[in-house]
């Protein structure tokens, strides 16, 4: 059974640099044709998908945060992480990592890690 | 961004009901469809990707149709346990997006 469990700060500070990390079990981060991806659910609104990565380093990027955010992989730990550099209120939301097939849905998610930021 | 728009944003149903949730692509997507079913406090599960395929160990209840821009998914006996909120996601172009969610709650 794959499954994924976020990690990270729980509050961080604007114009801050936020940093997450999913660790996954039952799969490992370099099974071909999957990629690792974040998705992102701000208080009281829709789903917003971040990026996605490959092992073999292949990224994808949501062009309107693309500027702002890294998303990177270890193998070593069997683990994918997210930088989000210069955070704002807007930020703040429920951060879920979730492994992604070659026809680009989620087909295991984790329960998400709350991020709040705050001046 | 192609725009996803479900419909109806909540809605009240009893057990043993016939329930579908409509989602619109503002372009055409193909069949670039997916949708999840989401618990408070657990990880958001897919219940059917490329519109109409269920995904494994998901109960045949839960049915999906659509291609282009209209898509429906179907559940057609509610469980309790199938009260949640289900939305849907268009895997057709970068940004993948998603619809707003549609609540479903116990009538």
């Known amino acids: 059974q794959v499954q994924l469990q976020e990690s990270g700060p729980g509050l961080a500070k604007s114009s801050e640099t936020l940093s997450l990390t999913c660790s996954v079990s039952g799969a490992s981060v370099t099974t071909r044709n999957y990629f690792w991806g974040w998705i992102r659910q701000p208080p009281g609104r829709g789903l917003e998908w971040i990026a996605n990565i490959y092992y073999g380093g292949t990224t994808q990027y949501n062009p309107s945060l693309k500027s702002r955010v890294t998303i990177s992989m270890d193998t070593s730990k069997n683990q994918f992480s997210l930088i989000l550099s210069s955070v704002t209120a807007a930020d703040t939301a429920l951060y879920y990592c979730a492994r992604v097939t070659s026809a680009w849905y989620f087909d295991y998610w984790g329960q998400g890690a709350l991020v709040t930021v705050s001046s | 961004d192609i725009q996803m728009t479900q419909s109806p944003s909540s809605l009240s149903a009893s057990v043993g009901d016939r329930v579908s949730i409509s989602c619109r692509a503002s372009?055409?997507?193909?069949?670039?469809l997916n949708w999840y079913q989401h618990k408070p406090g657990r990880a958001p599960k897919l219940l059917i990707f490329a519109a109409s395929t269920l995904q494994s160990g998901v109960p045949a209840r839960f049915t999906g149709s659509g291609s282009g821009t209209d898509f429906t998914l179907t559940i057609s006996s509610l469980q309790p346990e199938d009260f949640a909120t289900y939305f849907c996601?268009?895997?057709?172009?970068?940004?993948?997006?998603f619809g707003q969610g549609t609540k479903l709650e116990i009538k």
């Open positions: 996601q268009q895997s057709h172009m970068i940004p993948y997006t």
């Open positions: 372009q055409s997507i193909g069949t670039y």
